[in-house]
Every structure is written in C-alpha cells, then in structure tokens.
C-alpha cells in the first residue's frame, strides 16, 4: 500500500447480511445497541430517503455539528469539488484512504452514519477495517510498531487548531481507540514512519469493500472502524450523520485488546 493508493480490498459479498440490523419493530434500537456493544457495527436495508435517514439518526444519536453538515445535521456527499481540494476529498470522486471522522478533534464522534442515496456507474465500493482487528494484528506480528504507534504524540491530526495524539490511544479498562487519517492534513513523529508503512499494510489485510444499493447503509463505531472509498464515476450520492449516543444507548467506545505486558509498553512522542 503506497502513499496514495487503497491496497486491494476482499470482496466480501456477505458483508452487509453479516451485520444487518432489522430496523422493523418497536425493539430495533435495542437491537442496533447490541451490534454496536459487540461488533462496533450495524448494516440496515429499506432507508430510500433523507428524512427516513434523519429519523433513524436523530433517534439514535445527538448529531454532532460537522462544518459540511445542512441545517438538519445531515451531510450530502456527492462529487461537487476537485480530488485535489485540501481536506475535501470526500465531496469529489476520488479514492479516500481508510481514516477515521473528525480525527482533528480532541473527542472525535462517537458515531458515523451513512446510507446511499445514488450508486455510482462505477467504483465507489465502500471500505471497511475494524481497527480491532488490525491492533492485534499490529501487536502480535509487530509489537515494535504497536509499541510506537500507540505512543502519545506520535501524530498531528489537522491545521493550526488540530490534535497531537497517536493513532492507537488507550482509554479507560483495558480498552482503545483508533484515530487516523493518511493524507495532507495529517504529520506523524520522524521516528514513526516507518510504522506508518507497516500500519498500512496491517490495514490492507484487513479491508473489506461493501458496494451499497439505495436504501443501504451502516452504523459504525468511528472510535473503532476505518472506512474509506474506491474512486467513482457517475452520480454517486450518500448522506452521512455524526453523533453521539443518546442515552441509554450508550455502548463503550473503542475496543479491547488482549495484550502482553510487553506489547503494553508504549513509544515515545514528539521531544
């Protein structure tokens, strides 16, 4: 996996009946707050329109306020900018490398929601990697690499207002988080690169494409999962919601991983 191309990814067909939460019934919430708990991610069929979506965002989530959101919270993405556009890639037809949302941010959302409105004519898989997945891979198969990349201030995410963290960072009882992003706006610590180069390869081994239809979408733990984009063309158009769980609803962030204490001894940051 080079500087500016996705690796190849498993086309895992099965993918979306995997984790598909059933949306019908008074109990669905409670249904998607188990695969959340669990998985760190639900998949849904049947949400054809904006408010359709707006209602199953709003009742599971407080929205959290993206500077690209529309009044009612909700995120268009379609191709409207160049591939190029600093920090905009989302909202053009290019490829987007596996990150996590809102990594600038010293408490990124819990949540991201995303359903397809308009598939393209062509590209435009989703990629999918559970960052559990791939930190216990790290650990076990490059414990010098989990050990650095888990370091605090190994990385800076975003501009002049941004956050200096690492890519794994611990949270409370054993548990972690995933915090990444892999293009301009993001600079790692000199003796990190080198895991850098590692991490990506980690992460191709674990991605997953999911091609959505309309009406198709997921839920993930943006705390856990990496997802990006396979370049498009045609009128590709999806909306996204960011949130934080409402209460009751309430599954823990991140991940736990079963580490040795050796594999718990983190690097170094920034001096």
């Not at 500087?3 to 990814?9: D, I, Q």
């Not at 669990?38 to 849904?44: E, W």
């Not at 959302?109 to 559970?130: A, R, S, Y």
């Not at 997953?208 to 396979?230: A, C, S, V």
Request: with cysteine; aromatic share 6%.
């Amino acid at each position: 996996m080079d500087e500016t191309t996705l690796p190849p990814a498993v086309d895992d067909g099965s993918l979306l009946i995997r984790y598909l939460v059933d949306l019908h019934g008074s109990d669905f919430q409670r249904r998607l707050w188990s695969a959340l708990s669990g998985d760190g991610l639900a998949t849904f069929t049947g949400i054809l329109d904006r408010s359709a979506f707006a209602r199953l965002a709003r009742g599971l989530a407080a929205l959290y306020p993206h500077p690209d959101a529309d009044p009612d919270g909700l995120t268009l993405l379609h191709a409207r900018e160049s591939g190029e556009t600093l920090g905009k890639r989302g909202f053009s037809d290019a490829e987007l490398l596996p990150h996590t949302e809102r990594s600038c941010t010293t408490v990124p959302p819990h949540l991201l929601m995303l359903v397809c409105l308009t598939p393209g004519l062509h590209g435009g898989e989703t990629l999918l990697i559970d960052g559990r997945s791939v930190a216990e891979d790290l650990a076990r198969t490059e414990p010098e690499s989990w050990r650095v990349l888990s370091g605090p201030r190994t990385a800076y995410f975003g501009g002049a207002a941004g956050h200096a963290g690492s890519i794994f960072e611990p949270l409370s009882s054993g548990r972690w988080m995933i915090r990444l992003r892999l293009d301009e706006l993001v600079r790692f610590a000199p003796q990190t690169l080198p895991h850098v180069a590692i991490l990506r390869k980690v992460i191709g081994r674990h991605t997953k494409t999911l091609l959505l239809e309309p009406g198709q979408g997921f839920i993930l733990d943006n705390t856990r999962w990496l997802h990006g984009r396979r370049s498009f063309q045609g009128p590709r158009t999806m909306l996204r919601a960011l949130g934080e769980l409402r209460e009751g609803l309430s599954p823990e962030r991140g991940f736990p991983v079963l580490l040795t204490d050796l594999e718990r001894t983190t690097g170094k940051g920034w001096t």
